[in-house]
Protein backbone atom coordinates (compact mmCIF):
# COMPACT_ATOMS: atom_id res chain seq x y z
CA UNK A 1 0.00 0.00 0.00
CA UNK A 2 1.86 3.68 -0.99
CA UNK A 3 -1.70 5.52 -1.13
CA UNK A 4 -2.87 7.07 2.10
CA UNK A 5 -5.61 5.07 4.29
CA UNK A 6 -7.86 7.13 6.60
CA UNK A 7 -11.39 5.56 7.60
CA UNK A 8 -14.12 7.67 9.82
CA UNK A 9 -17.58 6.57 10.91
CA UNK A 10 -20.21 6.77 13.97
CA UNK A 11 -21.51 4.05 15.83
CA UNK A 12 -23.95 3.41 18.14
CA UNK A 13 -25.06 1.20 21.35
CA UNK A 14 -27.56 -0.61 18.75
CA UNK A 15 -25.65 -3.30 16.55
CA UNK A 16 -25.90 -2.30 12.71
CA UNK A 17 -24.95 -4.95 10.05
CA UNK A 18 -21.83 -4.41 8.48
CA UNK A 19 -22.69 -3.89 4.44
CA UNK A 20 -21.38 -6.83 2.84
CA UNK A 21 -20.80 -9.05 5.88
CA UNK A 22 -24.35 -10.45 6.89
CA UNK A 23 -23.26 -12.19 9.78
CA UNK A 24 -21.19 -9.29 11.40
CA UNK A 25 -22.39 -6.30 13.33
CA UNK A 26 -20.82 -3.38 14.56
CA UNK A 27 -21.58 -1.46 18.17
CA UNK A 28 -19.81 1.41 19.83
CA UNK A 29 -18.85 -1.32 22.55
CA UNK A 30 -17.14 -3.73 19.78
CA UNK A 31 -15.47 -0.49 18.54
CA UNK A 32 -13.82 -0.04 21.86
CA UNK A 33 -13.11 -3.53 22.78
CA UNK A 34 -11.25 -3.95 19.48
CA UNK A 35 -9.12 -0.48 20.17
CA UNK A 36 -8.49 -1.76 23.74
CA UNK A 37 -7.56 -5.20 22.44
CA UNK A 38 -10.06 -7.15 24.57
CA UNK A 39 -10.14 -11.00 23.50
CA UNK A 40 -13.77 -11.63 22.40
CA UNK A 41 -13.26 -8.46 20.23
CA UNK A 42 -9.80 -8.86 18.75
CA UNK A 43 -10.18 -12.75 17.77
CA UNK A 44 -9.34 -11.23 13.70
CA UNK A 45 -5.85 -10.68 15.49
CA UNK A 46 -3.39 -13.65 15.73
CA UNK A 47 -1.21 -12.66 18.75
CA UNK A 48 -3.16 -9.23 19.91
CA UNK A 49 -0.70 -6.87 21.50
CA UNK A 50 -1.56 -3.91 23.94
CA UNK A 51 -2.13 -0.73 22.10
CA UNK A 52 0.30 2.26 22.67
CA UNK A 53 -1.33 5.16 23.91
CA UNK A 54 -0.68 7.96 21.91
CA UNK A 55 -2.32 11.22 22.92
CA UNK A 56 -5.45 12.38 23.90
CA UNK A 57 -7.92 14.21 26.53
CA UNK A 58 -8.04 11.11 28.32
CA UNK A 59 -7.45 7.16 28.06
CA UNK A 60 -9.77 4.56 26.44
CA UNK A 61 -10.94 3.07 29.45
CA UNK A 62 -11.88 6.06 31.05
CA UNK A 63 -13.54 7.16 27.44
CA UNK A 64 -15.45 4.11 27.63
CA UNK A 65 -17.05 4.57 31.25
CA UNK A 66 -17.97 8.27 30.02
CA UNK A 67 -19.82 7.31 26.98
CA UNK A 68 -21.60 4.59 29.33
CA UNK A 69 -22.27 6.84 31.88
CA UNK A 70 -23.73 9.44 29.26
CA UNK A 71 -25.30 7.04 26.97
CA UNK A 72 -27.58 5.84 30.43
CA UNK A 73 -27.86 8.91 31.70
CA UNK A 74 -29.13 11.13 28.86
CA UNK A 75 -32.40 12.12 28.68
CA UNK A 76 -34.87 13.68 25.36
CA UNK A 77 -37.90 15.23 25.38
CA UNK A 78 -40.21 14.53 23.08
CA UNK A 79 -43.58 15.85 22.05
CA UNK A 80 -46.69 13.06 21.56
CA UNK A 81 -48.99 13.23 18.72
CA UNK A 82 -51.60 14.53 21.24
CA UNK A 83 -49.50 17.68 21.93
CA UNK A 84 -48.35 16.59 25.28
CA UNK A 85 -44.30 16.57 25.89
CA UNK A 86 -42.74 13.53 27.75
CA UNK A 87 -38.95 12.60 28.55
CA UNK A 88 -37.44 9.18 27.20
CA UNK A 89 -33.99 7.66 27.42
CA UNK A 90 -31.64 8.58 24.56
CA UNK A 91 -32.34 5.92 21.05
CA UNK A 92 -29.92 2.86 21.36
CA UNK A 93 -29.44 3.59 17.87
CA UNK A 94 -28.32 6.69 18.00
CA UNK A 95 -25.11 7.57 16.71
CA UNK A 96 -22.87 8.48 19.80
CA UNK A 97 -19.44 7.20 19.02
CA UNK A 98 -17.21 8.71 16.21
CA UNK A 99 -13.85 6.63 15.00
CA UNK A 100 -11.02 7.29 13.18
CA UNK A 101 -8.69 4.51 11.49
CA UNK A 102 -5.46 5.89 10.14
CA UNK A 103 -3.22 3.24 8.48
CA UNK A 104 0.55 3.90 7.23
CA UNK A 105 2.06 1.81 4.40
CA UNK A 106 4.89 0.40 6.37
CA UNK A 107 4.80 -2.86 7.28
CA UNK A 108 4.99 -4.13 10.90
CA UNK A 109 7.31 -6.59 10.24
CA UNK A 110 9.91 -4.14 8.19
CA UNK A 111 9.07 -1.51 11.58
CA UNK A 112 10.16 -4.28 13.74
CA UNK A 113 12.85 -5.22 12.01
CA UNK A 114 14.55 -2.18 11.36
CA UNK A 115 13.03 0.33 13.59
CA UNK A 116 16.19 2.71 14.06
CA UNK A 117 15.76 3.58 10.28
CA UNK A 118 12.22 3.71 10.49
CA UNK A 119 10.70 5.08 14.02
CA UNK A 120 11.26 8.23 12.95
CA UNK A 121 9.23 8.14 9.99
CA UNK A 122 6.23 6.80 11.97
CA UNK A 123 6.51 9.37 14.48
CA UNK A 124 6.30 11.89 12.30
CA UNK A 125 3.39 10.51 10.71
CA UNK A 126 1.22 9.96 13.92
CA UNK A 127 2.10 13.64 14.92
CA UNK A 128 0.92 14.91 11.71
CA UNK A 129 -2.69 12.52 11.94
CA UNK A 130 -3.19 13.93 15.60
CA UNK A 131 -2.89 17.31 14.52
CA UNK A 132 -4.76 17.29 12.02
CA UNK A 133 -7.57 15.64 14.21
CA UNK A 134 -7.84 18.61 16.86
CA UNK A 135 -7.54 20.91 14.11
CA UNK A 136 -11.09 19.29 12.28
CA UNK A 137 -12.51 18.98 15.77
CA UNK A 138 -14.55 21.73 17.85
CA UNK A 139 -14.63 22.52 21.31
CA UNK A 140 -15.71 19.90 24.47
CA UNK A 141 -14.75 16.49 22.35
CA UNK A 142 -13.47 14.65 24.75
CA UNK A 143 -11.23 11.89 22.58
CA UNK A 144 -8.52 8.92 22.61
CA UNK A 145 -5.84 7.74 20.33
CA UNK A 146 -3.61 4.62 20.40
CA UNK A 147 -0.90 2.68 17.83
CA UNK A 148 -1.82 -0.71 16.91
CA UNK A 149 1.45 -2.91 16.17
CA UNK A 150 0.05 -6.10 15.87
CA UNK A 151 -1.85 -6.60 12.43
CA UNK A 152 -0.27 -6.57 9.20
CA UNK A 153 0.47 -3.06 8.90
CA UNK A 154 0.59 0.22 11.64
CA UNK A 155 -2.22 1.96 12.01
CA UNK A 156 -3.72 3.86 14.69
CA UNK A 157 -7.48 4.61 15.77
CA UNK A 158 -8.70 7.75 17.41
CA UNK A 159 -12.14 7.83 19.49
CA UNK A 160 -14.18 10.94 20.03
CA UNK A 161 -17.20 11.69 22.18
CA UNK A 162 -19.01 15.16 21.14
CA UNK A 163 -19.80 15.62 25.29
CA UNK A 164 -20.86 19.27 24.47
CA UNK A 165 -23.86 17.73 22.33
CA UNK A 166 -27.15 16.91 24.81
CA UNK A 167 -27.55 13.86 22.01
CA UNK A 168 -23.65 12.86 21.81
CA UNK A 169 -24.78 13.41 18.61
CA UNK A 170 -21.42 11.96 16.81
CA UNK A 171 -22.62 12.45 13.17
CA UNK A 172 -21.67 16.28 13.91
CA UNK A 173 -17.82 15.25 14.05
CA UNK A 174 -18.62 13.30 10.75
CA UNK A 175 -17.53 15.48 7.77
CA UNK A 176 -19.75 14.28 5.44
CA UNK A 177 -22.61 13.73 7.30
CA UNK A 178 -22.74 16.98 9.03
CA UNK A 179 -22.19 18.34 5.38
CA UNK A 180 -25.10 16.37 4.78
CA UNK A 181 -27.35 17.62 7.25
CA UNK A 182 -26.76 21.26 6.79
CA UNK A 183 -28.16 20.38 3.26
CA UNK A 184 -30.94 18.76 4.43
CA UNK A 185 -31.73 21.37 6.80
CA UNK A 186 -31.55 24.30 3.46
CA UNK A 187 -33.68 22.30 1.58
CA UNK A 188 -37.69 23.96 1.60
CA UNK A 189 -38.95 20.61 0.12
CA UNK A 190 -37.55 17.56 1.84
CA UNK A 191 -36.12 15.44 -1.07
CA UNK A 192 -36.99 11.88 0.40
CA UNK A 193 -39.60 9.69 -1.63
CA UNK A 194 -42.81 8.50 0.24
CA UNK A 195 -43.20 4.98 -0.45
CA UNK A 196 -47.04 3.79 -1.49
CA UNK A 197 -49.40 2.88 1.31
CA UNK A 198 -49.02 -0.05 3.09
CA UNK A 199 -51.88 -2.55 2.90
CA UNK A 200 -53.44 -3.14 6.30
CA UNK A 201 -53.32 -7.15 7.11
CA UNK A 202 -56.62 -9.04 7.27
CA UNK A 203 -57.67 -9.64 11.01
CA UNK A 204 -57.49 -13.11 12.14
CA UNK A 205 -60.78 -14.45 12.94
CA UNK A 206 -61.32 -14.92 16.86
CA UNK A 207 -60.04 -18.23 18.68
CA UNK A 208 -63.42 -19.94 19.29
CA UNK A 209 -64.23 -20.82 22.93
CA UNK A 210 -64.37 -23.99 24.32
CA UNK A 211 -67.17 -25.90 25.58
CA UNK A 212 -67.48 -27.17 28.54
CA UNK A 213 -66.66 -30.84 29.19
CA UNK A 214 -69.63 -31.57 31.54
CA UNK A 215 -69.51 -34.83 33.86
CA UNK A 216 -70.23 -38.17 32.27
CA UNK A 217 -67.53 -39.84 30.87
CA UNK A 218 -69.49 -40.23 27.10
CA UNK A 219 -70.03 -36.13 27.30
CA UNK A 220 -66.70 -35.27 28.12
CA UNK A 221 -65.12 -37.27 25.04
CA UNK A 222 -67.73 -35.67 22.64
CA UNK A 223 -66.71 -32.53 23.72
CA UNK A 224 -63.22 -33.23 23.72
CA UNK A 225 -64.05 -34.07 20.20
CA UNK A 226 -65.92 -31.01 19.99
CA UNK A 227 -63.34 -28.36 20.90
CA UNK A 228 -60.47 -29.86 18.60
CA UNK A 229 -61.99 -29.86 15.81
CA UNK A 230 -62.93 -26.40 16.51
CA UNK A 231 -59.66 -25.43 17.22
CA UNK A 232 -58.48 -27.21 14.22
CA UNK A 233 -60.55 -24.91 11.75
CA UNK A 234 -59.67 -21.59 13.45
CA UNK A 235 -56.42 -22.77 13.21
CA UNK A 236 -56.91 -23.35 9.37
CA UNK A 237 -58.43 -19.80 9.12
CA UNK A 238 -55.71 -17.82 10.52
CA UNK A 239 -53.46 -20.03 8.12
CA UNK A 240 -55.37 -18.93 5.19
CA UNK A 241 -55.31 -15.75 6.97
CA UNK A 242 -51.38 -15.06 6.93
CA UNK A 243 -51.09 -16.62 3.59
CA UNK A 244 -53.36 -14.04 1.96
CA UNK A 245 -51.78 -11.27 4.43
CA UNK A 246 -48.33 -12.51 3.05
CA UNK A 247 -49.63 -12.57 -0.71
CA UNK A 248 -50.56 -8.81 -0.50
CA UNK A 249 -47.61 -7.88 1.50
CA UNK A 250 -44.68 -9.34 -1.74
CA UNK A 251 -47.46 -7.74 -3.93
CA UNK A 252 -47.35 -4.56 -2.06
CA UNK A 253 -43.49 -4.99 -2.26
CA UNK A 254 -42.99 -5.38 -5.58
CA UNK A 255 -45.05 -2.79 -6.47
CA UNK A 256 -43.67 0.08 -4.11
CA UNK A 257 -39.87 -1.26 -5.40
CA UNK A 258 -41.16 -0.31 -9.08
CA UNK A 259 -42.49 3.17 -7.60
CA UNK A 260 -39.41 3.56 -5.52
CA UNK A 261 -36.90 2.87 -8.82
CA UNK A 262 -39.45 5.20 -11.31
CA UNK A 263 -39.39 8.09 -8.50
CA UNK A 264 -35.64 8.36 -8.09
CA UNK A 265 -34.82 8.78 -11.73
CA UNK A 266 -37.13 11.31 -12.15
CA UNK A 267 -35.88 12.98 -9.14
CA UNK A 268 -32.19 12.77 -10.04
CA UNK A 269 -29.06 12.96 -7.36
CA UNK A 270 -30.24 13.53 -3.89
CA UNK A 271 -28.54 17.33 -2.78
CA UNK A 272 -27.75 15.49 0.07
CA UNK A 273 -25.52 12.39 -0.94
CA UNK A 274 -23.77 15.20 -3.39
CA UNK A 275 -23.19 17.14 -0.48
CA UNK A 276 -21.91 14.27 1.26
CA UNK A 277 -19.50 12.83 -1.34
CA UNK A 278 -17.98 16.33 -2.28
CA UNK A 279 -17.52 17.02 1.79
CA UNK A 280 -15.63 13.60 2.38
CA UNK A 281 -13.29 14.30 -1.00
CA UNK A 282 -12.88 17.54 0.32
CA UNK A 283 -11.59 16.11 3.58
CA UNK A 284 -9.49 13.37 1.48
CA UNK A 285 -7.63 16.42 -0.33
CA UNK A 286 -7.08 18.16 3.22
CA UNK A 287 -5.60 14.60 4.93
CA UNK A 288 -3.80 14.16 1.63
CA UNK A 289 -2.28 18.17 2.35
CA UNK A 290 -1.56 17.58 5.88
CA UNK A 291 -0.79 14.25 6.56
CA UNK A 292 -0.19 12.14 3.11
CA UNK A 293 2.14 14.25 0.98
CA UNK A 294 4.65 15.00 4.01
CA UNK A 295 4.68 11.25 4.18
CA UNK A 296 5.09 9.88 1.28
CA UNK A 297 1.52 8.64 0.81
CA UNK A 298 -0.36 8.77 -2.35
CA UNK A 299 -3.87 10.58 -2.55
CA UNK A 300 -5.25 7.39 -4.54
CA UNK A 301 -4.57 4.06 -5.19
CA UNK A 302 -3.57 2.85 -9.13
CA UNK A 303 -7.13 1.74 -10.02
CA UNK A 304 -8.53 4.89 -8.83
CA UNK A 305 -6.44 6.59 -11.45
CA UNK A 306 -6.54 4.06 -13.86
CA UNK A 307 -2.64 4.06 -14.05
CA UNK A 308 -0.19 1.69 -15.36
CA UNK A 309 2.53 -0.21 -13.06
CA UNK A 310 4.82 2.36 -14.64
CA UNK A 311 2.72 5.31 -13.92
CA UNK A 312 1.88 4.68 -10.71
CA UNK A 313 5.68 3.60 -9.38
CA UNK A 314 6.93 6.58 -10.80
CA UNK A 315 4.13 8.33 -9.23
CA UNK A 316 5.24 6.62 -5.81
CA UNK A 317 9.22 7.82 -6.82
CA UNK A 318 8.26 11.70 -6.25
CA UNK A 319 5.99 11.42 -3.58
CA UNK A 320 8.84 9.68 -1.81
CA UNK A 321 10.99 12.18 -2.99
CA UNK A 322 8.20 15.15 -1.52
CA UNK A 323 8.40 13.05 1.70
CA UNK A 324 12.26 13.30 2.00
CA UNK A 325 12.44 17.14 1.64
CA UNK A 326 9.79 17.64 3.87
CA UNK A 327 11.35 15.15 6.59
CA UNK A 328 15.09 17.41 5.86
CA UNK A 329 12.97 20.61 6.18
CA UNK A 330 10.94 19.61 9.55
CA UNK A 331 14.58 18.49 10.51
CA UNK A 332 16.31 22.07 9.55
CA UNK A 333 13.34 24.30 10.93
CA UNK A 334 13.81 22.19 14.59
CA UNK A 335 17.74 22.82 14.75
CA UNK A 336 17.35 26.73 13.47
CA UNK A 337 14.71 26.62 16.47
CA UNK A 338 17.07 25.31 19.05
CA UNK A 339 19.75 27.19 17.97
CA UNK A 340 17.46 29.90 18.07
CA UNK A 341 16.49 29.55 22.00
CA UNK A 342 20.51 28.56 22.32
CA UNK A 343 21.63 31.67 21.43
CA UNK A 344 18.93 33.42 23.17
CA UNK A 345 20.28 31.67 26.52
CA UNK A 346 23.69 33.39 25.36
CA UNK A 347 22.20 36.58 25.35
CA UNK A 348 21.24 36.47 28.73
CA UNK A 349 23.94 34.81 29.79
CA UNK A 350 25.88 38.17 29.16
CA UNK A 351 23.22 40.41 30.89
CA UNK A 352 23.59 38.20 33.89
CA UNK A 353 27.22 38.32 33.45
CA UNK A 354 27.23 34.57 33.29
CA UNK A 355 29.50 35.25 29.73
CA UNK A 356 32.15 37.80 28.74
CA UNK A 357 33.92 38.92 25.69
CA UNK A 358 37.69 38.55 25.65
CA UNK A 359 40.33 38.76 22.91
CA UNK A 360 37.80 39.01 20.20
CA UNK A 361 35.81 35.89 21.10
CA UNK A 362 32.73 35.24 23.65
CA UNK A 363 33.35 33.11 26.34
CA UNK A 364 30.88 30.89 28.05
CA UNK A 365 31.12 28.56 30.91
CA UNK A 366 28.40 25.92 29.27
CA UNK A 367 28.41 27.44 25.49
CA UNK A 368 25.62 24.91 23.73
CA UNK A 369 26.74 22.71 21.73
CA UNK A 370 24.68 23.50 18.91
CA UNK A 371 26.71 26.95 18.73
CA UNK A 372 30.27 25.64 18.95
CA UNK A 373 29.40 23.28 16.15
CA UNK A 374 28.40 25.77 13.31
CA UNK A 375 27.91 24.29 9.72
CA UNK A 376 27.64 26.03 6.25
CA UNK A 377 24.12 25.94 5.94
CA UNK A 378 22.15 29.29 5.33
CA UNK A 379 20.44 28.59 8.79
CA UNK A 380 24.60 28.29 10.68
CA UNK A 381 25.75 31.54 8.96
CA UNK A 382 22.79 33.76 10.21
CA UNK A 383 23.42 32.42 13.65
CA UNK A 384 27.34 32.85 13.30
CA UNK A 385 26.38 36.26 11.86
CA UNK A 386 24.42 36.98 15.35
CA UNK A 387 27.34 35.87 17.37
CA UNK A 388 29.74 37.88 15.46
CA UNK A 389 27.88 41.57 16.04
CA UNK A 390 27.75 40.60 19.87
CA UNK A 391 31.48 40.11 19.89
CA UNK A 392 31.39 43.48 18.28
CA UNK A 393 28.94 45.02 20.11
CA UNK A 394 30.54 44.21 23.10
CA UNK A 395 34.18 45.52 22.12
CA UNK A 396 33.09 48.55 20.91
CA UNK A 397 29.73 49.69 22.00
CA UNK A 398 25.85 49.45 21.81
CA UNK A 399 26.17 52.50 19.23
CA UNK A 400 28.51 50.68 16.62
CA UNK A 401 25.95 47.72 16.68
CA UNK A 402 23.22 50.33 15.38
CA UNK A 403 25.57 51.25 13.04
CA UNK A 404 26.84 48.23 11.17
CA UNK A 405 23.51 46.56 11.38
CA UNK A 406 22.24 47.26 7.88
CA UNK A 407 25.44 45.88 6.35
CA UNK A 408 26.16 43.04 8.60
CA UNK A 409 22.80 41.23 8.66
CA UNK A 410 22.56 41.75 4.71
CA UNK A 411 22.78 37.71 4.80
CA UNK A 412 20.98 34.78 3.34
CA UNK A 413 16.91 33.83 4.55
CA UNK A 414 15.39 30.61 5.51
CA UNK A 415 14.14 30.42 1.36
Known amino acids: ?145 VLHLDEAHVHLHILAINVDDPKLDANKLHAGKRAATEVRASCETPSAICSLPRPIPKPLPPRPRKRALGKRPETIARNKAHNAARLEAWRTDCRAARAENAKVLASWKEENRTHLKAARKLRGEVPEMVAYRAAMRQFQDDYHRAVGEHCGLLRDGPRKARLTTKQHAARKAIAEQMRVQSAELDRRTLEFAQKQAALSNVIAALSGGGAEILGGELVMEDMPNCLTKLGESDEDRIIQGILDLLVRAGEAGVGALQLSRDDEIDGPGMG
Open 1 to 145: MSYQFVHIECYSAAPRKVKGAPEQVNTAEQVFGEAMRVPRYSRHVAEPKTPIKLDGTTTLKKLEALWAKKVETIRETVKSAKGTSYQRRLRRDAATLYAEIHSHPLSVETLTHDGGRHAPEIKTWVQRVLAHFKIRMPQGVEWAA
